[in-house]
């Protein structure tokens, strides 16, 4: 059964520091993850997703099919970075199962 | 640009009362998808229509119904409602191309209190 886990539940990093956003996932197919993120009192948005390989307000984020990681990574975290980040599988072609959470606190 | 449009921002019921919930995708997205987040908890997946069908269901207690019309907008009908009904209810869309979807657009979310 395809499943993700994002063992932190909050993870806390001073502002300047790297800060690394774990995400594994189990899925038998070829899978298409994403990360979400969600500000104080504002909507889901995607951040990136590993197709585009993008980076995007200088987060990363690398599928490692043979770790089933999709790990998201900055190296500088800044204090507008807090807030809870999701990440997401796309299973089925137009399934999407979401992981519990990471709640990122950068502190001044 | 559009984005996912989701009304009433705010409802309070009391408890055993019915409430509706109603979501407007962004134009031209033909997928709709509902997410209940309860106060600290991850979005749990409800239920999913494509083209005005269901096309998946999750989580959603047999009170809840709901559809998507011609127009393509949803509602949620939440009936027999419970304290624990108490939530963000979020709406998604997105495009399904030869049976695949793209990444979800989110709306800010419909938030339930039932007292």
């Known amino acids: 059964a395809q499943r993700v886990t994002q063992p932190e539940k909050l993870l806390s990093v001073f502002k300047g520091a790297p800060v690394e956003l774990k995400c594994n996932y189990s899925y038998s197919g070829s899978p298409e993850l994403f990360w979400y993120v969600q500000y104080s009192r504002q909507r889901l948005q995607l951040l990136l997703r590993?197709?585009s390989r993008e980076s995007i307000k200088g987060f990363t984020a690398d599928l490692n099919k043979g770790e089933t990681s999709f790990h998201l990574k900055k190296p500088f975290a800044q204090e507008e970075d807090s807030a809870m980040y999701y990440c997401a599988l796309l299973y089925n072609f137009n399934k999407f199962y979401f992981g519990s959470g990471t709640k990122l606190n950068v502190k001044p | 640009a559009a984005g996912v449009i989701q009304s009433p921002r705010h409802l309070i019921k009391e408890k055993r009362e019915t409430a509706t919930l109603k979501c407007y995708p962004i134009?031209?997205?033909?997928?709709v998808y509902w997410y209940q987040q309860g106060p600290g908890q991850d979005p749990q997946f409800l239920i999913s229509?494509?083209?005005?069908?269901?096309?998946d269901k999750g989580s959603i207690p047999d009170r809840f119904s709901a559809q998507q019309f011609s127009d393509y907008h949803s509602e949620l009908n939440m009936s027999s409602l419970e304290l624990g009904d108490s939530a963000l209810y979020f709406c998604?869309?997105?495009?399904?191309?030869?049976?695949?979807?793209?990444?979800?657009?989110f709306g800010e979310g419909s938030r339930l209190t039932v007292l």
């Open positions: 590993h197709i």
């Open positions: 134009p031209r997205h033909d997928t």
């Open positions: 998604a869309s997105s495009v399904t191309t030869s049976g695949h979807t793209g990444e979800l657009f």
């Open positions: 229509f494509y083209e005005k069908m269901q096309s």
